[in-house]
């Protein structure tokens, strides 16, 4: 269920880019499970914490544009809620402080 989410989230993030960007944005969420696999263990405890801080950043953005996207898709004369972006930026904190915490 969280891999359709995420496909469909990237799905909606991506329709508007083209090609080329696409292609690069997918070939890199393909290989970084990849990444992160081969270099479990491997890292010491300081690249860790930078690498958590890299995927909060990556996670902000996403909710960044998810919330361009949004305000795109809105009707016209229709603001977007605070309270939608409140709820994703929630959820990258919680998401970053739950990897943090079970690392």
Do not use: I, N
């Not at 469909?8 to 696999?37: C, D, F, K, T, Y």
């Not at 990556?58 to 305000?71: F, P």
């Amino acid at each position: 269920m969280h891999a359709l989410a995420e496909g469909v989230a990237v799905g909606a993030l991506l329709r508007s880019q083209p090609r080329r960007q696409m292609a690069g944005a997918l070939a890199a969420m393909g290989l970084g499970p990849a990444a992160g696999a081969v270099s479990a263990g491997l890292l010491p405890a300081a690249a860790e914490a930078v690498l958590v801080a890299l995927v909060a950043g990556v996670l902000a953005q996403a909710a960044r544009m998810s919330g361009k996207v949004a305000a795109h898709l809105a009707a016209p004369g229709r603001l977007l809620g605070v309270r939608p972006v409140a709820a994703g930026l929630a959820a990258v904190a919680v998401t970053t402080l739950a990897v943090l915490l079970a690392g």
